[in-house]
């Protein structure tokens, strides 16, 4: 299956449940044929868990089995527990309940490791900033390395791990800001809006007619290709070529955040990066096997507006990320 028609397949199959949402959804399989992960912000019930939950459906098979650990030692790591897993981070999470812990046998007197719900192919980080700085860091640190240090065992994580990351940009009490050096570990950060009014009475037509967001199979999302299908579509978004120009051009919009006069600090080169393997994606998305300007425009706001920490007299006077953006892709010199 090419990237094309796995897009295409998975837009078609998710379309069926989820209304008006499919530019965002698109960006989610960019991110995750290119191994990124994604931030999702919006007030409650603008279907972000469902887009998550959709992306886990597309993917098939059974979970592998759990290996036996050795007495008194952790069990090793890949092996995924379910295909979905959702987190809802309260003040009160812990590391361990996300990473797994070691467990005493006392019929065997000795301890194994549980694994935590880390181990899944699509982990749903519900209301991220709810959650402490050490517990937030615990799973930021599982998203940049793919692994997780248990009992000083490193133990690897799926090969199909991803994180959709969700959080309420209105309510602010209780709450835990990601710092920006962490924010810095999502690929994308997806701004999500109320639905249009015709596009409510859909939802709620097909709600009437009996969708349950736990039972997607009834719905028609059924599984689209397994895992080494999958693992195929990213060695060939890999396989995107990138022209020197088109290079060049990205680190231009990257340094230009930092040039800005309402900007404090800008993106680094892992923003350059970011829309490098976002732009490969849509690339490979479109039929082609290279990245034009055009890809780089449609991906620079969801990659870059997170890296980007404006003056706070700029904010006063109610600029924003993506203008900045906007502006930038306006002022630099498209490449033919």
């Given at each position: 299956m090419t990237p094309q028609e796995f897009c295409a397949a998975a837009l078609e199959r998710v379309g069926r449940v989820l209304v008006e949402g499919e530019d965002t959804f698109r960006l989610l399989l960019a991110a995750f044929v290119v191994e990124g992960h994604v931030l999702i912000e919006g007030v409650p019930g603008t279907a972000k868990t469902l887009m998550a939950r959709s992306l886990a459906q597309l993917l098939t098979g059974d979970p592998e089995p759990e290996a036996q650990p050795a007495p008194g030692r952790p069990a090793p790591g890949g092996a995924i527990r379910s295909h979905f897993q959702r987190i809802q981070f309260t003040p009160d999470l812990m590391p361990s309940d996300i990473l797994g812990t070691m467990v005493y046998n006392s019929a065997s007197a000795s301890f194994s490791f549980r694994p935590g719900p880390i181990f899944a192919n699509v982990i749903v980080a519900d209301e991220i900033?709810?959650?402490?700085?050490?517990?937030?860091?615990?799973?930021?640190?599982?998203?940049?390395?793919?692994?997780?240090?248990?009992?000083?065992?490193?133990?690897?994580?799926?090969?199909?791990?991803?994180?959709?990351?969700?959080?309420?940009?209105?309510?602010?009490?209780?709450?835990?800001?990601?710092?920006?050096?962490?924010?810095?570990?999502?690929?994308?950060?997806?701004?999500?809006?109320?639905?249009?009014?015709?596009?409510?009475?859909?939802?709620?037509?097909?709600?009437?007619?009996?969708?349950?967001?736990?039972?997607?199979?009834?719905a028609g999302v059924a599984p689209l290709v397994n895992q080494p299908g999958l693992l195929d579509v990213r060695r060939q978004v890999a396989g995107v070529r990138l022209d020197d120009s088109i290079a060049g051009y990205i680190v231009e919009v990257e340094r230009g955040t930092r040039s800005a006069s309402e900007v404090q600090y800008g993106a680094s080169v892992r923003g350059a990066i970011g829309l490098m393997r976002a732009s490969k994606a849509l690339a490979a998305f479109s039929g082609r096997e290279y990245v034009t300007p055009d890809d780089v425009k449609r991906v620079a706001a969801p990659v870059l507006r997170h890296r980007i920490v404006l003056k706070p007299e700029a904010e006063l006077d109610g600029a924003t990320p993506d203008d900045v953006v906007t502006r930038i892709l306006g002022n630099v010199a498209v490449p033919r």
């Open positions: 900033n709810r959650a402490p700085a050490k517990t937030q860091s615990a799973l930021l640190e599982a998203m940049e390395e793919r692994q997780v240090t248990v009992e000083g065992r490193r133990l690897p994580l799926p090969p199909l791990f991803t994180v959709v990351a969700t959080q309420n940009p209105v309510e602010f009490e209780g709450t835990y800001p990601l710092p920006e050096a962490q924010i810095d570990r999502f690929l994308l950060k997806v701004l999500v809006g109320y639905a249009s009014a015709e596009a409510e009475r859909d939802i709620v037509r097909l709600h009437h007619r009996g969708f349950r967001m736990a039972d997607l199979g009834a």
